[in-house]
């Protein structure tokens, strides 16, 4: 299922049995070292077990593996080489409450994108906008760290981002046409779709049909390294020729570092908030900051900061020749497009 984790599917196991037969492998393996260069290694392992209660229940594969992954979650929680059977209190638990709400906002078209803009700093005015995504169910504004993180669990989230493309791409079409304007819109993906290669035919057919030619920007998020940068050039060439462009997310954190520059030809480098918020203050971010702008206009790349949240930041970021900037000091997240206009 992962890099560390392994699926098992006991059919016609009742769940004590299924413990037993867990709990016989963990005590196997921690007993019988693997040798490497004379070296004894001992294995560990933590184990969750989830299964349908009875037929009436009409489990899915998706939940009985989310119940599954739950439990490994407390196994890990209480100490290593521990076996834990799921809650069986399906319908009560949250995290079943997150997975009916991820294929409630699919099935039901409830994604909706929030957009921030994204200001040309040397020409004061709005470049584009990074569209955000949300789901809206009735009343409620749902933030993606509600649900996210478990749409990447459950194998979902290329579905998701695809949907909030797709309006995304509908909404600044809608607004360049009643404008006659050229907007720019950023839209973030997970490293996940990297995986599936359908994913990024679709993408071109969306920007087509929206007639987003060299007005979209795919945002690389820092959720996962992208394992092998080599092969992301044969993606990256594909969408260029369709005339979409690549960004590099929260340059100077996580996993983006320098290495990404040698392989992705990216149009603009986003460097991280968390070197922006004290630049005015902290001589190490300013530094920092300034090297990663001087990098990126000797490989000719545009710079974009994000966190701008006062007015003394923006005029030091100005000084110091960054290209771009977004943050709620130049505007906070809106469904309302029509608003920064």
Do not use: W
Not at 127 to 150: A, T
Not at 207 to 235: G, P, Q, V
Not at 237 to 259: A, P
């Amino acid at each position: 299922l992962g890099g560390d984790e392994f699926g098992i599917i006991a059919q016609d196991t009742k769940i004590q049995s299924a413990k037993i037969i867990m709990e016989t492998i963990n005590k196997k393996l921690s007993t019988h070292p693997i040798i490497i260069n004379n070296q004894k290694i001992y294995i560990t392992t933590s184990i969750g077990i989830s299964t349908c209660l009875n037929e009436e229940t009409h489990c899915s594969k998706e939940e009985v593996k989310l119940l599954a992954e739950e439990a490994l979650r407390q196994a890990k929680r209480s100490g290593k080489s521990n076996v834990v059977i799921a809650s069986q209190k399906v319908k009560d638990r949250q995290d079943m409450s997150i997975y009916e709400l991820i294929n409630r906002a699919i099935d039901e078209n409830l994604i909706e994108p929030a957009f921030e803009p994204i200001f040309d700093l040397k020409k004061d005015k709005i470049f584009g906008f990074e569209s955000l995504c949300r789901i809206r169910l009735n009343e409620n504004i749902i933030y993606p760290d509600q649900f996210i993180e478990e749409a990447e669990d459950l194998g979902l989230i290329n579905k998701i981002d695809l949907l909030m493309i797709r309006k995304a791409c509908e909404r600044i079409s809608d607004l360049n046409d009643k404008y006659n304007a050229d907007f720019k819109l950023f839209v973030n993906i997970s490293a996940k779709a990297f995986k599936d290669k359908s994913f990024f035919q679709e993408v071109v057919d969306i920007a087509k049909n929206y007639n987003m030619k060299d007005k979209l920007y795919i945002e690389i998020t820092e959720r996962e390294s992208l394992a092998n940068l080599e092969k992301f050039e044969e993606i990256e060439e594909f969408l260029k020729y369709y005339g979409i462009n690549f960004v590099i997310d929260d340059f100077g954190s996580g996993y983006s570092s320098f290495l990404y520059l040698k392989f992705i030809k990216t149009e603009i480098l986003k460097i991280d908030g968390v070197f922006i918020k004290n630049i005015t203050k902290n001589d190490k971010d300013k530094a920092i900051v300034k090297g990663i702008n001087t990098t990126a206009r000797h490989l000719n790349i545009r710079t974009l900061a994000e966190f701008i949240e006062d007015e003394e930041t923006l005029q030091e970021l100005k000084v110091m020749g960054v290209d771009f900037g977004q943050g709620y000091y130049l505007g906070k997240p809106s469904f309302d497009l029509e608003k920064f206009l």
